[in-house]
């Protein structure tokens, strides 16, 4: 490409979106960070980064940078323009950048920058007096083309709407030449870009770069907006997962009291199918409450993170116990559990937490345990206390095993397994507001095996996650 545009076109994103940072505010923090990433895996690149141009000091200054292969974010490294003479000129000659978008079909400004501060107040105060007209804007939103004027001639201006002041203002503000871009996705324009030169006019080669940043601003900008979207309908979601299970959990304490009563007294008699009947209902109400109890959990986890309740308990006592409650359960499934622990590992846990940790792991060790023994040891170091839980069953595909800890997310098809894809999230939260830490190994057909480490005697620092 011909002329000194040409070297700036890996940093076409960059360069815009670093500018409407600069003046849209704090949420373009994060949508550029999207932005970034977005770039990254279309363009499938190691590494995608946007600098802003310091003129007191002629330097750019990495403000955000994506690495694909480390999926991070990185930033603070300086370019001097000594190092980049005509990198730095390039640079300048875009003197304004405009960004608009339609609001109840008038186009309305999201951002406006010159690179020249001694020039922005004038530029602000040209478009909020109204003396600098929209005219290029709404012809490129109204056509969804894009145009090019490349001098700016009384005459040209006069031919897009414009009157002489608007031609003297072009003079006080350094302008000679302008591009306006559509913003769209698909067959939508939302917006527009509008960029004015000052050291040359611009070309064909030009509008073709202006074309190429904005197509991805606008990749950028419905990103975001698809994410505002996903947000809002998470929360919706939660919120009703929240009244739902607040409105069952009444109904669902009375009977299983009732349930309680039924089958103590089931107990107490000598009809065998009575007391089986029995306690397959007192079961199901058990599970049904367990669903309702990780849907709260899981929500307050995720709004307010765990609050803990320590206090002196013995770790081993409580596994022993947990596996007593399903052995019964794991017997019928053909998943015997051979339980090797020590004696006792007394330390300060929230031993009702813990709980839910040790029945989460022996569940799903039932559940996908393909009816094989299901092996669980205890044992404890200097530092730690180590529970392993381990079955023989379907295993977990590699790729899904990073995603078994987040809510709602499932390794199997939910049409062969039940579930709402919440206990492990829970766990993990428990977890590692104890000071542990959880992990998985696992092969397909081959089983899963689970390890929860807790410190010992102070190695941690159990509190709330947050």
Known sequence: ??????????????????????????????????????DAEVLHVECVSFWGLCEETSSIHCDAAYVASAQALEHGATLFEAHLLEFFGALREARVLDVFRIREGAPEILAIKHHDPRKQDALLEAYQSGRWRFHLARR?????????????????????????SDHVLTERLGLRSLIGVPLAVGDKTFGAMVFAGGDRLY????????????????????????????????????????????????PLTALRLRTDQLLRKARRGADPGERASSEGIARDVRRFTGVVDHILDALKIRGEGVALACAPCDLAAIVRERVDLVAERARLAASPIALDSEPSIADRWDRARLEKVIDVLLDNAIKFGSGRPIAVSLRASEKWAELTVRDRGIGIPADRLPAIFRPFERAVPKEHFGGLGLGLFVAMAIVDAHGGSIEVTSRPGEGATFIVRLPLAGQGEPGAIR
């Open 1 to 38: 490409m011909p002329g000194s545009l040409a070297p700036t076109l890996e940093y076409g994103t960059a360069q815009a979106l670093a500018e409407l940072s600069r003046t849209a505010g704090t949420d373009w923090d994060r949508w550029i960070r999207r932005a970034l990433q977005f």
């Open 140 to 164: 490129v939103i109204s056509q969804g083309q894009s145009v090019l004027l490349p001098e700016l001639t009384p005459s040209v201006l006069a031919r897009y709407g414009y009157d002489p």
């Open 203 to 250: 070309d064909g080669d030009d509008l073709a770069l202006a074309e190429d940043i904005a197509s991805r601003v606008a990749a950028a900008l419905e990103n975001a907006r698809l994410y505002a979207v996903a947000r809002e309908a998470i929360r919706a979601r939660d919120e009703l997962l929240v009244v739902a299970a607040h409105e069952l959990r009444t």
